[in-house]
């Protein structure tokens, strides 16, 4: 397996513009986690999905801020409208069973928005 | 509010050192302890995981866990440059959820 696979690695965008990242869990993981890591704040849990159903989305900033799982392959973590403070490095992570195995993390995507 | 310190270093050791690193939590109940190492970069990756007080090693590093004093450690022997990186501590809460709350990392620099 070619591991979690995010998209874009990089972006820039212009404050108030809709940025969408993207990521591809392991086959077979049935958990999925989006992080943002900042300096300031270290790695913080934004929301995460058990069978494509959002479980928990307490740590998502603001309604600026959506997630989608329409399948087991495939999620979105949307920013709309996108703000310099959301300049991080976002991951995806995926994981077979949270209590008994680790988290696979993807290379993240770092997001700047100016 | 769930809560993981460490100190964010850099702690520097010269090759060859042993390499304290510790981390603190504030959940009692906590039941599982890793630790990933993140180089510059690049996503964490986990290198270590202890469930029960004590030792626990696996190669060069060893894991160290105290639950009464709420503390866990890694110690890495033999410290190489290329161990150089940032080293995140998470912890399991019990029950719940299972979801790691991760602490802020401590820079880790081995020079030669």
């Known amino acids: 397996d070619a591991g979690v696979i995010q998209s874009p690695r990089h972006e820039v965008t212009e404050m108030g513009q809709e940025v969408t990242l993207r990521c591809k869990p392991i086959?077979?993981?049935?958990?999925l986690f989006w992080y943002r890591q900042t300096m300031m704040r270290g790695l913080e849990l934004l929301i995460y999905?058990?069978?494509?159903?959002?479980?928990?989305d307490s740590g998502m900033p603001e309604d600026r801020f959506s997630a989608k799982m329409p399948n087991a392959s495939f999620s979105t973590l949307k920013i709309q409208p996108s703000e310099p403070r959301d300049s991080a490095v976002y991951f995806c992570a995926s994981s077979f069973d949270p209590l008994n195995t680790e988290a696979f993390f993807g290379q993240g995507t770092r997001l700047t928005v100016v | 509010q769930k809560e993981v310190e460490q100190n964010s270093g850099p702690l520097s050791v010269p090759e060859g050192a042993i390499a304290s690193l510790n981390c603190t939590y504030s959940d009692r109940g906590s039941q599982s302890f890793f630790w990933y190492r993140q180089y510059s970069g690049k996503s964490p990756e986990l290198i270590m995981s202890i469930y029960s007080n004590g030792d626990k090693e696996d190669g060069r590093f060893t894991a160290q866990l105290n639950k009464a004093s709420q503390y866990v450690s890694l110690l890495i022997r033999d410290s190489q440059p290329s161990d150089s990186a940032t080293y995140l501590c998470a912890v399991k809460p019990r029950g719940g959820s299972y979801i790691p709350t991760f602490g802020r990392g401590t820079s880790l620099i081995v020079h030669p």
């Open positions: 086959s077979g993981h049935d958990y």
């Open positions: 999905f058990n069978n494509n159903v959002p479980i928990d």
